[in-house]
């Protein structure tokens, strides 16, 4: 079976994941991803969960994105929207969304436990991520979502994230606490009164009330939530879901990026495609001889250096696509290097017109 190319995965593919270590060229791949989906008619919409404005940047949004998507001017029949994670409004909507009401919805939002550490434990954004990227699936204005992942290797940790939230839920002291308020106080008074003992020490006796109430408070909501971490877990893993490795061809990136292609295989997923971005042109043969000439000479001498890093280049990215962890007949394109950064809409037409108008 022939492997799908760049241009195939967006005709086919409802969700794209870009994937890769930072400063390879992830988000402006994302984005151009977006402005190529929407010119063969799909209504793609690109989210960050990188907090940098590496996105706005590059899709030129002069007031930045927002956790709404905004509709940007598309080359094409179809629709391109943009927006960037924010973790705190996410979790906000996921409550209103599985309260039973708006009086436990507004419980929970008003709880200190849940305005100053719910949003900023381990794995919280992760999970919101995971969430947004479910949410914007099923959004009818949308068929098709590009995730611009974080550049950290713990950029694929929203791939684990709704399976941790389900243990969560299922752990025998969530459903302690999340008892009738009379009853829980007992049981928690007899059973686990050293450890609640131990912990107000630590965190303090309101904080710890508070950690209580929330839970508390959120009694009801628990199946709402695991079945969308069940539902989000089934997107990740499904066929619709397809992910792209962005790399640029020097030793540290490569072997980030084969980190990540690793991460991939181990969660049971693979890559799908490719880029190698950034890379030096491949010129053309040198003088048999060096120049006399001291200008002449200086263009000699620079035309081989970089004939000689196009060379390094190339093998660095087969030392990547050789890896065990890739398909062997995975597609690659490959980027040649510009003279700037990627800063206003016609840049990234540019790279648009580099990823899928030069072969690879």
Not at 173 to 187: A, E, Q, S
Request: glycine residues 8%; charged residues 20%.
């Amino acid at each position: 079976m022939t492997a799908p190319t760049l241009d195939g995965l967006l005709g086919s593919a409802g969700v794209l994941v870009c994937c890769g270590s930072g400063g390879v060229g992830k988000t402006t791949t994302a984005a151009a991803l977006g402005l190529e989906a929407a010119r063969l008619g799909r209504r793609a919409v690109v989210v960050t969960i990188d907090p940098a404005k590496r996105l706005a940047d590059a899709l030129g949004v002069p007031g930045g994105l927002s956790n709404d998507p905004v509709q940007l001017p598309a080359d094409g029949p179809g629709e391109l929207w943009a927006l960037m994670l924010d973790t705190a409004t996410t979790f906000d909507g996921l409550v209103r969304a599985n309260a039973a009401d708006t009086e436990q919805a507004e419980r929970i939002l008003a709880n200190r436990f849940y305005h100053n550490v719910a949003g900023s434990l381990s794995g919280t954004q992760e999970y919101m991520a995971a969430e947004r990227l479910h949410a914007l699936h099923a959004d009818e204005r949308f068929d098709l979502v590009i995730v611009d992942t974080p550049p950290t290797r713990n950029a694929l940790d929203f791939l684990d994230a709704p399976g941790t939230l389900a243990k969560f839920i299922n752990h025998p002291l969530f459903r302690l606490l999340m008892m009738p308020t009379r009853r829980g106080l007992r049981v928690l008074n007899v059973a686990t009164q050293p450890i609640l003992r131990t912990i107000g020490k630590v965190v303090g006796g309101d904080v710890l009330a508070d950690a209580v109430a929330f839970f508390q408070a959120f009694s009801g909501m628990e199946t709402g939530f695991r079945q969308r971490a069940d539902e989000v877990i089934e997107l990740l893993q499904s066929d619709t879901t397809r992910f792209v490795l962005v790399a640029s061809p020097r030793a540290d990136t490569i072997e980030e990026a084969r980190f990540f292609a690793a991460r991939l295989q181990g969660s049971d997923l693979s890559v799908s495609a490719v880029v190698v971005n950034r890379c030096t042109p491949q010129f053309g043969d040198p003088p048999t001889r060096r120049p006399r000439n001291a200008d002449a000479a200086l263009l000699y001498d620079n035309l081989r250096e970089m004939r000689a890093t196009a060379r390094a280049e190339r093998v660095h990215a087969a030392a990547l696509l050789a890896d065990p962890a890739l398909p062997v007949d995975v597609h690659t394109t490959f980027v040649p290097t510009l003279p700037g950064d990627v800063h206003t809409m016609d840049a990234l037409l540019q790279i648009r017109g580099l990823l899928f108008d030069t072969p690879a």
